[in-house]
């Protein structure tokens, strides 16, 4: 009996999890009437986009695998304002399965955002061991939004991202909108902004974009209509001629942005990451 009761105790957390239910239950979380345009699901891709975004390849440092993000200093860079609310929205779910990773519901919970606000299916693998906060990264690894195509480049190479892989990823800004208390940006990409779409290119080429008239940050705002926005960022797509090549694409062809996109959030949520080898690769079914 003792031997196997041992043998029980050295089952690693990460197996002892049933990744099904809790991408039932982040699910469950997403919707919510009274927050922003009605889902968590946009600032849960961010959250797992920026706890992984941190990736150096050069020093193999960064990346979701410890979750430091969860940790000041960490959680306090300017780039990560605002998302202490994801992670708040996401505690109860650390509470009941005490053995899943912070990084592991992190990304699982941006998986479970794409896929329910009808976005592709992203392949994703548990088995991220958590850190501690002297395992933060430097302030300045993931992009500044005033900054044009050669920053954005150097940010996303620098992860080990191509031209493609960038323009891919990109498209992820259909989704949610900026807040002038977390960034000073201001506004939506697009109308649905709680839908997966391939809108973020066909605005972005459809209109004409003009600088906002404000005190804020310099942004730029569809003449037609002032309600949706670009980063200066986001603008680096359209001027670029390599970036633009793959923008038009996109715009064009959904399903090729589906592949693509779900292929670059996969290798983005797994930069840097030493998963365990017996670790399964999960594609899970979207919910009815
Ligand atoms: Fe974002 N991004 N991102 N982003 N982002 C914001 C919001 C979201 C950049 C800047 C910003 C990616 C790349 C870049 C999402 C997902 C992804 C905001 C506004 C800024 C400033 C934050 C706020 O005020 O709440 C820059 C400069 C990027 C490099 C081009 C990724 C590809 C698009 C990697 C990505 O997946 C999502 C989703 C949001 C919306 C969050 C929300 O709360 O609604």
Known sequence: WYF??????ETPAWKKVNY??????????????????????????RLAWHASGTYDKKTHTGGSGGATIRHAPESEHGANAGLDVARRRLEPLKQKYRNISYGDLYTLAGVVAVQELGGPTVQWRPGRSDLQADACTPDGRLPDAAQGAD???????RMGFDDREIAALVGAHALGRCHTYRSGFDGPWNASPTAFTNFFYTEL??????????DGPKQFVDKQSGAFMMLPADMAFKTDPRFRTYIELYARDQDT????FSAAFA???????K???????YRFKPLD
């Open 151 to 157: 920053h954005v480049r150097d940010i996303f190479y």
């Open 275 to 281: 998963f365990p080898e017996d670790a399964p690769t």
């Open 267 to 273: 290798k983005l949520l797994e930069l840097g990451v």
């Open 4 to 9: 196997y009761s041992k043998q029980q105790d």
């Open 20 to 45: 099904q239910n809790v991408y039932k239950d982040i699910a469950d979380l997403l919707e919510d009437e009274n927050y922003d345009d009605g889902s968590y699901g946009p600032v849960f891709v």
């Open 205 to 214: 080429l459809n209109n004409t974009w003009v600088p906002k008239k404000w």
């Open 257 to 260: 942005f589906f592949n693509d």
